[in-house]
C-alpha cells in the first residue's frame, strides 16, 4: 500500500529549494534564509500545511546542526532565551485558529525590515552596549510565536542576538540549540490541532533525504566564512525574508 503523499510536481518544484534553504539556514551560512522555506511552498500549499510538513524535516536538521555545532553553544545566553521561546509557542497555539498566517506573515515581514534599515543607517559602533534583557524578553517571544505560525522565527530573535556580537560559530550553535527547543514543543500542538495526518507526514519522508544535504552544504561553506561576510549574509537572508513575508501578507 503507498502512503497519500502529495503528488503534484509543481508542489516538489518549490518543496525541495525550501527544504535546501532551510538546511543551509540551519547549519548556519546565510542564517535568516530558512524563514523563505513555508513562504515559498506555500506557494503550493496552504501556510499550515507547509509547516506541518516542515516538522520531521525540522527535526532532522535540528538534531543535524546539534551534533555539527557541538561545543560551540552559549549556554547562559540559551538559559534565557529558551523560557521565552516557550512561551511564544504557547501564545501561538492558543491563537493558531484566531490568527490569519498571511497576516502574521506580514506583520514579521515588516518587524525585520525596520530591524535591517535600522542596522543599516544607524550602525551599530564598537562600544554600543547590548540590547536590554527585556527586549530580547520580548522578541524572543515573538519568536517562539512565529515559530509556530509559519517556522519563521528567525528574524525576531535574530534581531536580539545579532548585536550581541557572538562568533559565527557560537551564534550559530545557540540558535541550533534554542530552536531544537522550540522546534520540538511544537509537535503536540501541531498534532492537537489536527496538522500532523498521514498525507502530510508521508510527504515530509518523501522530502527527508534533501535534509541533510543543505545541513552539510552550508556547514562546509559556515565554517570557512569571514565573520564580517557572514553578518552581511545573515542581512540578506533576513532582507529577502523580509520583502516575501511582506508580499505573501498584504500585497499577495
Do not use: C
Not at 49 to 64: C, G
Not at 184 to 210: C, E, H, Q
Request: glycine share 10%.
Amino acid at each position: 500500500m503507498s502512503f497519500p503523499l502529495i503528488t503534484d510536481p509543481g508542489f516538489y518544484a518549490v518543496a525541495i529549494p525550501a527544504v535546501l534553504l532551510l538546511g543551509i539556514s540551519k547549519s548556519g551560512f546565510g542564517a535568516g534564509f530558512g524563514s523563505l522555506a513555508v513562504p515559498l511552498m506555500a506557494l503550493a500549499v496552504s501556510v499550515p500545511q507547509a509547516a506541518a510538513i516542515l516538522m520531521p524535516v525540522l527535526f532532522v536538521m535540528d538534531v543535524l546542526g546539534l551534533h555539527a555545532w557541538r561545543g560551540h553553544f552559549d549556554w547562559k545566553l540559551i538559559r534565557f532565551l529558551i523560557p521565552f521561546g516557550l512561551l511564544g509557542t504557547v501564545v501561538g497555539t492558543l491563537l493558531f485558529k484566531a490568527l490569519d498566517s498571511h497576516l502574521v506573515a506580514g506583520i514579521v515581514g515588516i518587524f525585520t525590515l525596520v530591524f535591517l534599515a535600522q542596522r543599516v543607517l544607524f550602525p551599530p559602533r564598537p562600544d554600543s552596549p547590548e540590547p536590554p534583557r527585556w527586549l530580547g524578553a520580548l522578541l524572543t517571544t515573538i519568536s517562539g510565536f512565529t515559530s509556530f505560525i509559519s517556522h519563521a522565527g528567525g528574524p525576531p530573535v535574530n534581531a536580539y542576538v545579532i548585536p550581541l556580537r557572538l562568533a559565527p560559530t557560537v551564534f550559530t550553535a545557540t540558535m541550533a540549540v534554542f530552536f531544537f527547543v522550540v522546534n520540538l514543543s511544537k509537535w503536540i500542538p501541531y498534532a492537537w490541532l489536527g496538522l500532523l495526518d498521514i498525507r502530510n507526514m508521508a510527504t515530509s519522508v518523501a522530502l527527508l533525504p534533501f535534509a541533510p544535504v543543505g545541513v552539510l552544504v552550508g556547514v562546509r561553506l559556515a565554517k570557512r566564512i569571514q565573520p564580517a561576510l557572514f553578518y552581511r549574509l545573515v542581512y540578506l537572508g533576513m532582507l529577502l525574508t523580509g520583502v516575501k513575508l511582506v508580499w505573501d501578507g498584504f500585497i499577495a
